[in-house]
Nanobody, 124 residues
Framework: QVQLVESGGGLVQAGGSLRLSCVAS????????MGWYRQAPGKQRETVAL???????RYVGSVKERFIISRDNAKNTMWLQMNTLQPEDTAVYYC??????????????????WGQGTQVTVSS
């Protein structure tokens, strides 16, 4: 499995923007789905956005129409453009990929590798 390094987080005022980057240690071309996830203090990790190997995005919940996920397989990199940030977006953001078990792929779980993440803090 590839290792992933997130960057781009920071402190921003409500209504501001940030762009997160995720760089993989190896090729992601064959990985069907990559995604961004976040965990706020005292809450469980949640899925923010997913993207297929062909670039089809899927957004979850309140980030629709505010966040844009993109992926460049040639660069082994994925991004998350976050616009109109709100205090409720404050969390540690992680990127990860589907995990291959045998011939099947599954969403990443608690037992899988997770990087350090990048902190996003939105002030009101």
């Amino acid at each position: 499995q590839v290792q992933l390094v997130e960057s781009g987080g920071g402190l921003v005022q409500a209504g501001g923007s940030l762009r997160l980057s995720c760089v993989a240690s190896g090729s992601v071309t064959s990985i069907p789905t990559m995604g961004w996830y976040r965990q706020a203090p005292g809450k469980q990790r949640e899925t923010v956005a997913l993207i297929s190997s062909g670039g089809t995005p899927r957004y979850v919940g309140s980030v629709k129409e505010r966040f844009i996920i993109s992926r460049d397989n040639a660069k082994n990199t994925m991004w998350l453009q976050m616009n109109t940030l709100q205090p409720e977006d404050t969390a540690v953001y992680y990127c990860n990929t589907e995990q291959r078990h045998g011939t099947s792929w599954y969403p990443p779980g608690d037992g899988d590798y997770w990087g350090q993440g990048t902190q996003v803090t939105v002030s009101s």
